[in-house]
């Protein structure tokens, strides 16, 4: 069905970004993602505009890391005069969620994560035997 799967891939999350590229227009991420690898880290930023902090959960089942956010749309009588009819609903309401499977080299307790602006950044530290590390010559 998608040969670009079948081929070996160099990093876990490769694996994410063909299946969301084979899929094209016919598939929509709940929410878009950029993941980033440094020598010490993997760093996922999720964009999850307007969805409050205490509305963002992260759970690790294993060596699978689930992003899930909700976002209660408004009622009617959430201000004194109140809302009004909606003419036109296009933004999102309700629950999101990606999982995203880590590899083998994800320090499980290392993971750290913050929303600013809008962003969450998921910082996902190395075990220590896969960071590099310097080698001094005697």
Request: no cysteine.
């Amino acid at each position: 069905m998608f040969p670009t799967l079948r081929k070996t891939f160099d990093s876990p999350f490769d694996l994410i970004r063909e299946v969301d590229r084979a899929l094209g227009s016919y598939h929509t991420p709940a929410f878009p993602v950029d993941i980033h690898e440094t020598g010490e880290h993997f760093v996922i930023q999720a964009d999850l505009p307007g969805y409050p902090k205490d509305h963002i959960e992260l759970n690790l089942d294993g060596n699978v890391l689930e992003l899930t956010a909700n976002r209660v749309a408004p009622e009617a009588s959430d201000t004194p005069e109140g809302r009004g009819e909606p003419r036109v609903t296009e933004r999102v309401y309700g629950k999101v969620q990606r999982s995203f499977r880590l590899p083998d080299t994800v320090d499980p307790s290392a993971i750290d994560a913050q929303v600013a602006d809008g962003v969450l950044t998921v910082t996902l530290g190395k075990r220590d035997e896969v960071k590099p590390r310097r080698i001094s010559v005697n």
